[in-house]
Nanobody
């Protein structure tokens, strides 16, 4: 059974940094897609970044490119999201997700089979 467990959320002032982690277990495929999504109150869940575990290709939403970095520690089966220069509009619950591959529409939640429970990120101005 696949399990994804996020950690690292918290509160920070605008311009600050946070690092999210997602510990993955139970995924037997050698090549799949892992991603970070976020959902702010009253808004739809949106894809933030994704990484292909096989080739290492990364994908970013335009709103976070240059500020957020997704990475994968294969030895520890742990996904990370380094978030720098945070803005109040980055406030949301952040979710880790896993799916069989990173499609052209990687930012769409329907392509992912497994989800973590989420971790809150709050950025104050």
């Amino acid at each position: 059974q696949v399990q994804l467990v996020e950690s690292g959320g918290g509160s920070v002032q605008a311009g600050g940094s946070l690092r999210l982690s997602c510990a993955a277990s139970g995924y037997t495929a050698s090549n799949y897609c892992m991603a970070w999504f976020r959902q702010a109150p009253g808004k739809e869940r949106e894809g933030v970044a994704a990484i292909s575990t096989g080739g290492g290709s990364t994908y970013y939403a335009g709103s976070v490119k240059g500020r957020l970095t997704i990475s994968l520690d294969k030895a520890k089966n742990t996904l990370h999201l380094q978030m720098n220069s945070l803005k109040p509009e980055d406030t949301a619950i952040y979710y880790c997700a896993a799916g069989p591959f990173c499609p052209v529409g990687w930012w769409l939640s329907r392509f992912y089979n497994y989800w973590g429970q989420g971790t809150q990120v709050t950025v104050s101005s």
